[in-house]
C-alpha cells in the first residue's frame, strides 16, 4: 500500500510538469459575414487570387509567381511580405484552399539565450479556407484558418508569440478582411 501511495504522489507531482512541457497546440480562427450580393459576384472577387489587394486593406500589392504563388506586400512599416500557395480552387463549391509557406522577419531578438525572430504574422503552419455560399437572399462568406503560434519551443514563450497572439492576429487579418469586402461588395 505504501508503494502505491508513494507512485500516486509522484505522478501527482510529474504530471503537471509534463502537462506545461510541451510546444504550441494547434489553434483554429472562423470568421463569417453576410454579404447582400449574389454568391457568384461575390466568388468572382474572393477567388482571384492575384486580386487580395483590391479588397483586403492590409495587403498594398499582390506578386504572383506563377500560377498558384502569391506575395504579398502589406502596408505596415518596413512593407513586410507573406508568401502564400493556392492549394485548391473549386469554382462549383466556391471554395479556395491556401497555406502560408515564407514570410518576412520584421524582427530579431535574444529570448533564453538565443535569436529569436518575429514573423509578419505570429503564426506557423497556416493554412486557410475561404467559402462562399447562398444565404438570406445574398451570401455567406466564411474564413477559417488552422495554424500554430510562430513560436515552437517550449514555454516560456515571448511577448507577442503566444497562442493568444496568434489568434488575435488572424482574427484580425479575417475580420478586417472580411468587413472591407462587405463594404466594397455593397456600395
Do not use: C
Not at 22 to 28: K, L, N
Not at 130 to 153: I, N
Not at 158 to 173: L, S, T, Y
Request: charge should be negative; aromatic fraction near 8%; proline fraction near 5%.
Amino acid at each position: 500500500m505504501k508503494k502505491l501511495l508513494q507512485f500516486f504522489a509522484l505522478a501527482f507531482m510529474v504530471i503537471p510538469m509534463l502537462a506545461s512541457a510541451h510546444g504550441p497546440t494547434r489553434q483554429q480562427v472562423k470568421e463569417s459575414i453576410i454579404i447582400n450580393a449574389a454568391p457568384e459576384k461575390v466568388w468572382e472577387v474572393v477567388s482571384d487570387f492575384a486580386g487580395l489587394h483590391n479588397w483586403h486593406p492590409a495587403v498594398a500589392s499582390t506578386e504572383m509567381q506563377g500560377d498558384k504563388t502569391r506575395i504579398l506586400t502589406l502596408k505596415a512599416d518596413g512593407n513586410p511580405t507573406i508568401t502564400e500557395d493556392l492549394e485548391k480552387l473549386d469554382n462549383e463549391t466556391m471554395t479556395m484552399i491556401y497555406k502560408i509557406t515564407d514570410m518576412s522577419v520584421v524582427k530579431t531578438i535574444t529570448f533564453n539565450s538565443k535569436d529569436t525572430p518575429y514573423y509578419t504574422l505570429p503564426v506557423n503552419n497556416y493554412k486557410a479556407w475561404l467559402t462562399v455560399k447562398a444565404k438570406d437572399g445574398g451570401s455567406e462568406v466564411t474564413w477559417k484558418a488552422k495554424f500554430y503560434r510562430s513560436f515552437l519551443d517550449n514555454p516560456p514563450v515571448p511577448e507577442g508569440q503566444a497562442d493568444a497572439d496568434a489568434v488575435a492576429a488572424i482574427e484580425g487579418v479575417a475580420t478586417a478582411g472580411l468587413n472591407n469586402l462587405k463594404a466594397i461588395l455593397e456600395k
